[in-house]
């Protein structure tokens, strides 16, 4: 039993075996052509037994007409042979009558043979039957045994050659399809697995060609057609195609985001590095001096320092799901505008609250870098005295400046990552707060806009998702 139970198991291992070495274009070949094979195979074998089937009931319906006939001719006949012309493919059938008692027996031989079963269809014990006989000469022949009065039984048969000779006939044929439609199975099941694997492998050579080049800009070559009646094949490359342009975007992003970062750092850790040598240097400068290159430098590494942070609060993906809470608005868009006014004295804040029950499910830290981050923006382009209002409502936040409002060439844009208008350059800020805005809005399911107001300024809405 464990002898029988090894050797399974290291059949099914090497049929598995073979499955993994396989290419899937020689697995589905193999499928198609033994499927088809096996449909060719079972139509002929059918073909072919309702042929001979057929054949075989023309002549036994002959043998059944004959029978009549003799019957009908011979009424009373005594037993022995009526007809022996059966050497001869045109005669008429052969015919004799037997008795139930080999003792009624006529004196001249029977030209058919008589069996126990005969004797049985004579005495009425038995049903009439069909059975392949041999003559005499040593032709087929089919013959039929049926009652024929009382103890008597009545034999009539007729050579089978054609029947025989057509059987074979139809084997022949029908085995020749057979081969055609095997061979033909074969083309077919390789032209099909090689035309329906087109596009896995040209997805295939899409795949490896990016992982030698690295470069995910290639796409796969989809067949032309409707989009609504692509098979699941094209729908596959179809949506891998999509998969490769938001990795694109992504890579795109990611080396614009490396790209821009280090040119932004490149400005405040030269004059980082400048403050230090000078201070390292103190000894030859003044009090004065000292105390400007070390306010100076202090500036320098908090400015450093927000614009490291600002980059990893960018590259955070989600919020994390534990701090996630019930935050009411109200309260903390109050403490950032206090927040707000220590820092631009000269900036009034106007702060209006018509619905002091909204509440949005999120972190509230990172809310309020959200809105500290559209209030600082907001102050930083409003002219001195000018207010910034800021409005809470039941779906949406606004913040509104009365500063020179965004251009319409620089509205589409004023959401990326460290990018500034020329209005900007001058400005402190690195070009992050308003894209880490909507980052932070969109990761807590709300929609950060901005828009041009037309008597002046600029207005961030913040739609808030509906409850």
Request: with cysteine.
């Amino acid at each position: 039993m464990s002898e029988e139970h090894g050797r399974r198991r290291g059949a099914h291992r090497l049929g598995a075996r073979w499955r993994r070495r396989r290419p899937l274009r020689t697995r589905l070949a193999l499928a198609a052509s033994a499927a088809v094979s096996l449909v060719a195979a079972g139509v002929c074998a059918g073909a072919f037994f309702v042929i001979r089937y057929e054949l075989y009931h023309q002549l036994e319906l002959s043998l059944t007409q004959s029978a009549t006939l003799a019957v009908q001719q011979n009424r009373g006949a005594a037993p022995g042979v009526l007809s022996g012309e059966c050497r001869f493919l045109s005669a008429p059938a052969c015919t004799q009558i037997v008795p139930a008692a080999p003792a009624d027996d006529p004196a001249a031989r029977f030209l058919l043979p008589v069996t126990p079963a005969v004797r049985e269809v004579a005495s009425g014990t038995r049903s009439p039957y069909f059975t392949d006989i041999r003559l005499s000469d040593g032709h087929p022949a089919r013959m039929l045994t049926t009652t024929f009065g009382r103890g008597k039984a009545l034999q009539v048969a007729l050579r089978s050659d054609t029947v025989d000779r057509g059987v074979r006939q139809a084997a022949r044929l029908l085995g020749a399809v057979g081969a055609a439609g095997i061979v033909m199975a074969a083309v077919l099941g390789y032209w099909v697995s090689r035309t329906g694997l087109a596009p896995v492998a040209r997805l295939t050579a899409t795949a490896e060609r990016i992982a030698a080049t690295r470069d995910p800009s290639h796409r796969i070559e989809l067949p032309p057609g409707p989009p609504n009646k692509e098979d699941e094949v094209t729908r596959l490359a179809a949506t891998f195609n999509i998969m490769l342009g938001e990795l694109e975007q992504s890579v795109t992003a990611q080396r614009r985001l490396v790209a821009d970062a280090s040119h932004e750092l490149r400005t405040p850790l030269t004059a980082l590095r400048t403050n230090a040598e000078l201070l390292a240097r103190g000894d030859r400068l003044t009090a004065t001096q000292r105390d400007r290159a070390s306010a100076a430098l202090a500036r320098q590494i908090r400015a450093v320092s927000v614009l490291v942070n600002d980059l990893i609060d960018l590259a955070r993906d989600e919020e994390p799901i534990p701090l996630v809470e019930d935050v009411r608005l109200a309260p903390l868009l109050a403490y950032t505008v206090e927040t707000a006014r220590t820092h631009w004295p000269s900036t009034p804040f106007r702060l209006v609250v018509a619905d002091d029950s909204v509440t949005l499910p999120g972190v509230p830290a990172r809310l309020a870098r959200l809105i500290s981050n559209l209030l600082d923006n907001a102050a930083k382009y409003s002219p001195p005295g000018a207010p910034v209002e800021v409005v809470l409502s039941t779906g949406e936040l606004t913040v509104r400046d009365h500063g020179p409002g965004i251009a319409e060439q620089d509205l589409p844009h004023v959401f990326d990552r460290f990018y500034r208008a020329d209005q900007a350059r001058s400005l402190p800020g690195s070009g992050l707060g308003l894209a880490m805005a909507r980052q932070i809005a969109r990761a807590h399911g709300a929609e950060l806009t901005a828009h041009r107001e037309p008597g002046g300024g600029a207005l961030f809405r913040l739609a808030l998702p509906p409850k």
